[in-house]
Every structure is written in C-alpha cells, then in structure tokens.
Nanobody
Framework: QVQLVESGGGLVQAGQSLRLSCTAS????????MAWYRQTPEKERELVAG???????TYADSVKGRFTMSSDNAKNTVFLQMNGLKPEDTAVYYC???????????????WGQGTQVTVSS
C-alpha cells in the first residue's frame, strides 16, 4: 500500500509565495516519475511540473520562471515552490508519483489528496 500526503496549500494575495510538499510512504521499490498537477471546476487537470527519474524537469508555460519543483529522494518527497502567484493559479493541486512497489510490479500511478491554493487579487 502506498500513500501520498500533501501539505502547504492556503490563501495568499497576488505576488506572494507558497511551498507545497508531498511525501510518499509505504511499499515503494522505485520511483519512475514525480509531478504536480492542478485542477479547477472549469478546466481539466493539467500538468504544472514533472520529472522522470534522472531527467530534467518540465514546466507548464504558464508557470515557467515562477514555480520550481524539487525533491528529496531520500525522503520520497517532492516540493513545489510557487513564487509570484497570480489569481489564475487558484486551483486544487495534486502530486503524482509513478512508482513500482516491487521488482516484479510495473509502474503505477498514485495521487495525493489534493491541496487548495487560492490567490486573491
């Protein structure tokens, strides 16, 4: 069993910063990829930032230069530093891990519970 727990969301004013974190725990053999997504009632879930193990991080055009994704691999934790927040960044943010639970298992998707980020103008 694998669990992803997110923290760090909240209500901020435009221009301010927030840092999200997501920790995976449980039966983890290896991590293939990590990512952050966001979703609003008006839009489908969209990729904010993501990285395949050993690769470089990809960012949505709308957050480039403002958001930074990092990780602490020893703690199976991924972070999303969000600077210069805008009202259009308001959404529920979800972390996503693609990981294997054993050497025999294929990669599977796991999701955090979601954390609300609200940016007021």
């Amino acid at each position: 069993q694998v669990q992803l727990v997110e923290s760090g969301g909240g209500l901020v004013q435009a221009g301010q910063s927030l840092r999200l974190s997501c920790t995976a725990s449980g039966n983890i053999f290896s991590i293939t990829a990590m990512a952050w997504y966001r979703q609003t009632p008006e839009k489908e879930r969209e990729l904010v930032a993501g990285v395949i193990s050993g690769g470089s991080t990809t960012y949505a055009d709308s957050v480039k230069g403002r958001f930074t994704m990092s990780s602490d691999n020893a703690k199976n934790t991924v972070f999303l530093q969000m600077n210069g927040l805008k009202p259009e960044d308001t959404a529920v943010y979800y972390c996503n891990f693609i990981l294997r639970t054993s050497s025999r298992a294929g990669p599977e998707y796991y999701w955090g519970q979601g954390t609300q980020v609200t940016v007021s103008s």
